[in-house]
T-cell receptor, first 114, second 113 residues
Framework: EAGVVQSPRYKIIEKKQPVAFWCNPI?????LYWYRQNLGQGPELLIRYENEEAVDDSQLPKDRFSAERLKGVDSTLKIQPAELGDSAVYLCASSLVAVRTEAFFGQGTRLTVV | GDSVTQMEGPVTLSEEAFLTINCTYTATGYPSLFWYVQYPGEGLQLLLK?????DKGSNKGFEATYRKETTSFHLEKGSVQVSDSAVYFCASESGGGADGLTFGKGTHLIIQP
C-alpha cells in the first residue's frame, strides 16, 4: 500500500514568489494534517482536515497561507507571497477518522526561500 | 497548550550500548504519547505509543512507559545497532487527535560501530 505522497520534494524560490505543495494521503484516510518543521525543531501543526472541512486552522498564518482539500482526498498548501522565514520542511500526514491517534507522514517538501 | 521536552542531541553511543532518551510532557487531561523516528532521507514513522498511564509501548526492541506521576515517556533500548541511527521525536496528543500532535525538538542518535 502506498504511503502519504508529497510533491515536490524540494523547492527553491525567491522571496515574494508564490509556491504550492501537494499531498496525496493514504487511501481511505479521512483526516489530513499539514505540519511545518523548522530546522532543528519538531513539526508544528498548521491545519487539520476532516474530509474536505478544515476543522482546525488556528495556527495557519492566513495572511499568506491557504490550503484546500477538494473532494476530501488530495490537498494543496499555498504560500503567497513567500518570505525568508517560510524556509522549512512542510509535512503532510493522514489518519483514519476512527483512529486519529496514529498519523502517517509523507517525506515532506523542503522549501528554501532566497 | 501541550508541550514536550526531550533531551537534546546529538547522542553518540557505541554499538550494543544501552540507550535512554528522556522525554517529559505537560498537557491538560491525559494525552496519548508517542515516539516517532526519522531515518536519513525518510519521513517520520511511528515507533511506538501509549494511550494511558502505566501502558508500555514497544517495537523493534525499543520500549517506553507512560508515567503519569513524573509526566514522562522515556525511550529505552537495551542494545543499540548502527541501523538505529536516526532522529527520534517524542510527541503528545490530547483531545483524541483533535488537536494534532505536539512534538519535542527531536534527538539525533548516532551509533558508532
Amino acid at each position: 500500500e502506498a504511503g502519504v505522497v508529497q510533491s515536490p520534494r524540494y523547492k527553491i524560490i525567491e522571496k515574494k514568489q508564490p509556491v504550492a505543495f501537494w499531498c496525496n494521503p493514504i487511501s481511505g484516510h479521512n483526516t489530513l494534517y499539514w505540519y511545518r518543521q523548522n530546522l532543528g525543531q519538531g513539526p508544528e501543526l498548521l491545519i487539520r482536515y476532516e474530509n474536505e472541512e478544515a476543522v482546525d486552522d488556528s495556527q495557519l498564518p492566513k495572511d499568506r497561507f491557504s490550503a484546500e482539500r477538494l473532494k476530501g482526498v488530495d490537498s494543496t498548501l499555498k504560500i503567497q507571497p513567500a518570505e525568508l522565514g517560510d524556509s522549512a520542511v512542510y509535512l503532510c500526514a493522514s489518519s483514519l477518522v476512527a483512529v486519529r491517534t496514529e498519523a502517517f507522514f509523507g517525506q515532506g517538501t523542503r522549501l528554501t526561500v532566497v | 497548550g501541550d508541550s514536550v521536552t526531550q533531551m537534546e542531541g546529538p547522542v553518540t553511543l557505541s554499538e550494543e550500548a544501552f540507550l535512554t532518551i528522556n522525554c517529559t510532557y505537560t498537557a491538560t487531561g491525559y494525552p496519548s504519547l508517542f515516539w516517532y523516528v526519522q531515518y536519513p532521507g525518510e519521513g517520520l514513522q511511528l515507533l511506538l505509543k501509549a494511550t494511558k498511564a502505566d501502558d508500555k509501548g514497544s517495537n523493534k526492541g525499543f520500549e517506553a512507559t507512560y508515567r503519569k506521576e513524573t509526566t514522562s515517556f522515556h525511550l529505552e533500548k537495551g542494545s543499540v545497532q548502527v541501523s538505529d541511527s536516526a532522529v527520534y521525536f517524542c510527541a503528545s496528543e490530547s483531545g483524541g487527535g483533535a488537536d494534532g500532535l505536539t512534538f519535542g525538538k527531536g534527538t539525533h542518535l548516532i551509533i558508532q560501530p
